[in-house]
């Protein structure tokens, strides 16, 4: 069965150090791979996105995930915490058996939490 | 530009009422989802619809229905309510299945 798992349900770092949110996946074929964050009480926002290509990608609010496809991973990661940063962060995955329709696999979701 | 905009943000309904969520994208995306967020579960998906007439079921579609008689609009109604389906609820659309989809800002619902 596909899935996406986000092993730690919260992760904790003091501003101005780095952060790494964690991701892994399981889907047969090519890994489309997304971040999205989720303020209090909001929807969620695109980061970015891996399709093909540079293994590393860059990302808004200074955010880039690397893609390892030897280890099946896509951790989220950011030089400098900011405590703006701290939100709720998933991982998704398109779901490879349903063709074109963009049908996306969730992980839970990471709670990130910056402290000054 | 909008964007997805869902309504209402927030509603209680007692066991057996129904409703219809509202969501409407007007950035001409041919592709719409519905998801339900859980606590500590990440996001299911409802329903989608790849363009106007055109809906089919993601993994929990039990107790919910949708229409999509226009590409902006993709209202999911909930006819029979249950404590289960107590959730946040999230809209998303993209412009084609394999773009990044936006989400709106979610729709609370309590059954009670």
């Known amino acids: 069965a596909q899935s996406v798992a986000q092993p730690e349900d919260q992760v904790n770092v003091a501003e101005g150090n780095p952060l790494t949110v964690k991701c892994t996946y399981s889907?047969?074929?090519?890994?489309?791979l997304f971040w999205y964050v989720q303020y209090p009480n909001r929807g969620l926002q695109f980061l970015l996105k891996y399709i093909t290509g540079d293994n590393l990608v860059k990302g808004s609010y200074g955010f880039e995930a690397e893609f390892n496809k030897s280890q099946t991973s896509f951790h989220l990661k950011k030089p400098s915490a900011l405590v703006s940063d701290s939100a709720l962060y998933f991982c998704a995955v398109r779901d490879t058996y349903s063709g074109n329709t963009g049908k996306l696999i969730f992980g839970q979701g990471t709670t990130l939490q910056v402290k000054p | 530009n909008a964007g997805v905009t869902q309504t209402p943000k927030f509603r209680i309904l007692k066991i057996g009422q129904s409703m219809t969520l509202q969501c409407t994208q007007d950035m001409n995306h041919n592709y719409m989802y519905w998801y339900r967020q859980d606590p500590g579960m990440g996001l299911k998906l409802i329903y989608y619809?790849?363009?106007?007439?055109?809906?089919d079921k993601g993994e929990v579609p039990n107790g919910y229905n949708v229409s999509r008689s226009t590409t902006e609009d993709f209202p999911l109604r909930l006819e029979l309510a249950a404590p289960s389906q107590t959730s946040v609820y999230f809209c998303?659309?993209?412009?084609?299945?394999?773009?990044?989809?936006?989400f709106g800002p979610g729709t609370r619902l309590l059954v009670l």
């Open positions: 619809s790849v363009g106007a007439g055109i809906t």
């Open positions: 889907v047969s074929g090519n890994p489309y």
């Open positions: 998303a659309s993209s412009y084609k299945g394999l773009e990044t989809q936006y």
